[in-house]
């Protein structure tokens, strides 16, 4: 079950690596030539709106879908765990699993969020890997808003897809713990096994299925928000 549904989240077309590619790597180059950008290289915001651009012209150009976002956000942490595992210091493990901890307990959907985002952010910080870092740090606040969005934004729902993922995230830290850059990626793959299952399992990303069957008109709107709100 769990398989199946992580294959969902895989990039399933050559073409679409190719272009994934090639705008990714254009919102980071623009990031880094322009002058003004290259000024505010502490303020995460702008490199965060390119590459946003970036993906949402993706999605809009070459049919890609949710699955295809999460299936580059599934490969990317993979990535990062693994260096992590080699690269991170006792005390960024150790913060990680801080972060995984505070998630034990679901108790309302704005704090879950935060500590989310945190989470799944922190996965490729400590890999010490500047690319994956910006690319990654987008890529969970999307997952996590469309995980939010397709539970309806009910707390029992939410609960249970977040709440549903703590052992998953546990298992991650554990492999960091004991240096394994293969069970890190193990724990990555079945980390991400586990949240395709019980995110497309919620009754409304069933309901919004029917219309939106990649989920791509939701997962512009959700960029598109996010652009917006940097821009103003």
Known sequence: MARRGYNLFRLRRGSAVTIWCA????????VSSAPAFAQQTKNE????????????SVVRLAGASAFDVLGVFAALTRYAVQLAAQKATDAEIAS??????????????????????????????????????????LLADVQVEVAFELSGGRVAEWRRVAGGLHA??????EALENRSAEQAADAIDAHFATAADLILSTPQAKKVQHSDPGYARLLVALLDTRLKSAAN
């Open 23 to 30: 705008a990714l790597a254009l919102g980071l180059s623009l």
């Open 45 to 56: 915001i702008v490199p965060d709106t390119m590459i946003g651009m970036s993906i949402a």
């Open 96 to 137: 990680l699993r801080d972060s995984a901890e505070k998630l034990a307990v679901i108790d309302d959907t704005d704090s879950t969020i935060e500590d989310l985002r945190t989470f799944m952010r922190r996965l490729s910080e400590i890999s010490h890997n500047a690319l994956l870092i910006s690319l990654c740090r």
């Open 168 to 173: 998953a995230r546990l298992a991650v830290v």
